[in-house]
């Protein structure tokens, strides 16, 4: 049997509202998660990751407008849409740090420097989880070690700048895993740590996966940690999900041009694993006043002239699991979308009405 689907991220958009027009950093992001199942979500820096993530607890700034729907599965089982919380209210909170829980990339910022470490794993535990001082300490405690933090006793009582960077990172999963939450999002959690240490906490991470049975939304720029760790991948670019599928399918089987472009930059090198992705010519748009065109065109070397510069083309499956979003594509799922669309454009052309993008906001 499949298993139920933890998140599922419907449609998502985020507009900021700036001094120059509106900025659209998200534009109809899907995807979904299911329950135990590791997602990564891979792109360019820029975007859309940290926004995307940020929205799904509901901490971006308030200028970050979002619409759409997120569906999560919460701890009584019901599903409910965490757009339609108040980002303020108690019914957020209920779920922010207890069910679902977000590890940042650096550690430092996560932390104040003025409280213990201890007494900062601790403010989850006595939020969520027991009133009981003394029992919340034995809680905190106890995962501490689980992390692999030895002299737990001591470094309870610490401060962050006593602690070293992968130390803190420990800590930091620590404090994330205190309520045992039932996704876990994971937003570049090793990118600042170096490359022993980074092993470390991706197999630490990897093992309280197993003991927590909970799911993570994986974030990275490196497709080396992607294959370490995810069970299925998520391409973004420009704001949107360009492909999605296994990562064994995604690895061996890239469809969309953008992502054989980030396969081959890593191949190219020889498969090293800490390389981030920027070689592929050219770089990513700013997401204001955008054309109406698939958001890769000017980097890609497949575009077909008159159709991919005219409409954004759709995610289409193309087998079992595996999307795509590329009219080039030669799959018989995505040429019949391709033609879909070229007859809808003709169409608009003949009736002289204004030329629409891929699709219409707000359906899927
Ligand atoms: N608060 C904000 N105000 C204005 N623009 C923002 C804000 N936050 C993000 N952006 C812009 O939105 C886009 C997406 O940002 P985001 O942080 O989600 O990118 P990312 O994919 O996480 O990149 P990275 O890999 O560098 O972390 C970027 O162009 C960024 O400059
Ligand atoms: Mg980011």
Do not use: W
């Not at 700048?161 to 130390?167: A, Q, T």
């Amino acid at each position: 049997m499949e298993k139920e689907n933890i998140i599922e991220v419907k449609d998502l958009h985020v507009d900021i509202k700036m001094m120059e027009g509106t900025l659209t950093p998200v534009r109809g992001v899907n995807f979904e998660i299911k329950k135990g199942e590791t997602l990564g979500l891979v792109g360019e820096s820029g975007c859309g990751k940290s926004i995307t993530c940020k929205a799904i607890l509901g901490i971006n700034d308030k200028k970050c407008i979002p619409s759409g729907e997120i569906v999560f599965r919460n701890e009584d089982e019901n599903e409910v849409d965490l757009l339609k919380m108040d980002p303020k209210g108690k019914e957020i909170r209920n779920v922010r740090g207890k069910q679902i829980s977000m590890i940042f990339q650096e550690p430092m910022v996560a932390f104040s420097p003025m409280y213990t470490i201890g007494n900062q794993i601790n403010e989850a535990t006595l939020l969520h989880i027991t009133k009981d001082k003394k029992k919340a300490k034995e809680i905190s405690l106890e995962v501490m070690r689980k992390v692999g933090i030895a002299n737990v006793e001591k470094r309870y009582n610490q401060y962050p700048h006593e602690f070293s960077g992968g130390m803190l990172q420990r800590a930091l999963i620590a404090m994330a895993l205190v309520c045992n939450p039932k996704l876990l999002i994971a937003d570049e959690p090793t990118t600042a740590l170096d490359v022993t240490i980074q092993a470390q906490i991706l197999e630490l991470m990897k093992e309280l996966q197993k003991e927590f049975d909970m799911a993570i939304l994986f974030i990275t720029h490196d497709l080396g940690v992607v294959a370490k760790m995810c069970d299925r991948v998520a391409v973004m670019y420009l704001g949107r999900i360009v492909e999605t599928g296994d990562a064994t399918t995604i690895y061996a089987n890239p469809q969309h041009p953008y992502t054989r472009g980030l396969m081959g930059s890593v191949h190219k090198i020889g498969g090293r694993k800490d390389e981030r992705l920027f070689s592929i010519e050219g770089t990513v748009p700013l997401a204001m006043n955008l054309p109406k065109q698939c958001g890769f065109y000017d980097r890609c070397d497949a575009r077909i002239e008159g159709l991919c510069d005219k409409a954004e083309p759709e995610l289409v499956e193309i087998e079992k699991g595996h999307k795509i979003a590329c009219f080039a594509c030669q799959n018989a799922a995505c040429q019949a979308h391709r033609k879909e669309v070229e007859e809808r454009l003709k169409r608009e052309e003949s009736t002289k009405e204004p030329v629409e993008g891929g699709k219409k906001r707000g359906k899927r």
